[in-house]
Every structure is written in structure tokens, then in C-alpha cells.
């Protein structure tokens, strides 16, 4: 058994791979392998990851027979993995040299620990750094853990025997499936937070990070809901907290006509009623 997984999600993103794939060769720890499931992708991309890993056989490339989606690609990844250590690297980013060594380690040092995150690095289409966002270390299940502010960050890795602990990666996820698994390996074991900068994030057209805004907070909120649903809590009352003001809408029931117009047309409210969330909506 290999002493660390890589796993790593590939859809249309070949032409990126080769900076990602010699971030892995450059890693100060040898001992690991990366397994990469590709999601039908619809462009040359399996073509060019399979020309540029086949000389180095601690890569293995698996296929789904059509395209499932993020969610359910990255739960059948950990499934596949050989490891009890894994962690996700897309495949137009890359990590610094030190980055498998330093979690793998802090994992070891700390065997009660079932998730272990750093800060990451945003990059523009060329892989040039821009600035670094900073995670924070999560104690508690608060508001922190609900990851609005991207407490927890790549590059992040996990422990099998604690994740199999969980539910697992939700597969109907379409985006946001990392706030999905970070909240539940945070309510089964305690996290670890590294103050490192180990994970390059490249931010391009076609990526992750241009889905909408809107498209994004949607499917966190579908995980926040369900997370809610787990744990018996009030999920409505942190969603009101976050993005209506409430304090202004409790003051304001009938007599402010425009706030409620404001109210009304925010997106975040209309976004909350799509989901379930403001039952107050049909009286605005």
C-alpha cells in the first residue's frame, strides 16, 4: 500500500494536465500514486493524459461510461483509492513540492485527525501566483464549519477509515461537493488546519471558479440543507442571519413598503425561496 492517494477528477481539462502532472513528479515524498477517473469527457483530454502518464506506472486512469457529474466522480475516486490517506488535486492545478510530505506527516502525527487542510494559492491561466487565500482552523460545528468564507481549503486530504465513517461525497452534487464532505468529516472526527501555502489554483475560462455566483451558492446551500437535515437543526434561521438582514425585516412587517420591494428582489432571498428557505416570501 502506497503511503498517500492523489485523486484527481478530470473533465475537458487535458490541456492543463501536464503542469499538474510534473507537480506530482517534483514531490519530495515518492511513495504515493494518483488515480485519475475521467468524467466522458467531451474534448482530446484522456488522449493527453494518457500519453503524458504512461511511462510512470504510479498512475492509474479509470473512465465513468458517462458523464455522472462531480459529485458522484469524486466519491467513486476514494472508492478506487489504495491508500488510507487521499486528497484531491484537479487536474489543470498543481501543488508545491513539499505538499503530499507535509500532510502525509501531519496525518501521521496525528492519528485521531480525519481531515487535513492547507491555504491555496490562486493563479491566473498560466499557473502565476496572484494571492493566497488563508484557511482557518475549525474547532467546533459553528458557523466557521459551514464554510462561507472558504475556512476550509485544498489542498485537502482525508483519512478512508474516517470518511467511511460518513455518508460519503453526495453524487447528485453537481457543484459544491467539497462543502458537502468537509462538514461531514467535520461532525465525525476532529480537523486539522496547516498554515502552508501547498496548493496551486489556476483560474481559467471553462473552470470551476467561473461558475456563477449564484450557481454556487445554490448547490452549497443543498448541502447546507442537508447537513441540517442530519443534525435536526434549524437551517432557515442561518440563512436568514447570513443574507436578509432579518433584524431589518422583523422592524419592517407592513409599513415599509420599498424595504419590502428590496427584500422582495434580492437574489438571495429569491434564492432561499427557491430552496425552501424563506417561508415568509408569499407574504412580501
Known amino acids: 500500500m502506497t503511503k498517500i492517494t492523489v485523486l484527481i477528477a478530470n473533465y475537458n481539462n487535458g490541456r492543463f494536465f501536464k503542469e499538474c502532472f510534473d507537480s506530482l513528479l517534483s514531490q519530495t515524498l515518492t511513495d504515493w500514486e494518483a488515480i485519475i477517473l475521467d468524467d466522458a469527457s467531451t474534448d482530446n483530454s ?3 493524459i494518457r500519453n503524458i502518464t504512461e511511462k510512470d506506472s504510479r498512475f492509474k486512469i479509470f473512465t465513468n461510461d458517462s458523464n455522472k457529474g462531480i459529485g458522484f466522480t469524486k466519491r467513486k475516486l476514494i472508492e478506487l483509492s489504495g491508500s488510507e490517506i487521499c486528497g484531491f488535486l484537479d487536474p489543470d492545478d498543481a501543488l508545491i513540492s513539499t505538499a503530499l510530505e507535509t500532510v502525509f506527516n501531519v496525518h501521521i502525527q496525528n492519528p485521531e485527525v480525519g481531515l487535513v487542510y492547507s491555504n491555496f494559492v490562486y493563479c491566473d491561466d498560466q499557473l502565476n501566483k496572484v494571492r493566497v487565500h488563508k484557511a482557518a482552523q475549525i474547532t467546533a460545528l459553528d458557523e466557521k464549519y459551514l464554510n462561507f468564507n472558504a475556512e476550509i481549503t ?5 483519512k478512508k477509515s474516517v470518511y467511511n465513517k460518513t455518508s460519503g461525497i453526495d453524487p447528485y452534487l453537481k457543484i459544491a461537493e ?4 468537509y462538514m461531514k468529516m467535520c461532525e465525525v472526527a476532529p480537523v486539522k488546519y496547516i498554515d502552508e501555502d501547498l496548493y ?3 483560474v481559467h475560462k471553462g473552470g470551476i471558479s467561473n461558475k456563477s455566483e449564484d450557481q454556487a451558492a445554490f448547490w452549497h446551500w443543498v448541502a447546507l440543507i442537508k447537513m441540517a437535515e442530519r443534525r435536526g437543526i434549524n437551517i432557515e434561521k442561518q440563512f436568514l442571519e447570513s443574507y436578509v438582514l432579518r433584524r431589518k425585516y422583523d422592524k419592517e412587517v407592513t409599513h415599509n413598503t420599498n424595504l419590502k420591494k428590496q427584500i422582495k428582489n434580492s437574489r438571495w432571498v429569491k434564492l432561499g425561496n427557491m430552496l425552501g428557505l424563506c417561508k ?3 407574504y412580501l
Open 280 to 282: 415568509f416570501y408569499k
Open 46 to 48: 484522456l488522449e493527453l
Open 154 to 158: 485544498s489542498f485537502a486530504t482525508l
Open 200 to 202: 496551486l489554483y489556476r
Open 178 to 181: 467539497d462543502k458537502d464532505w
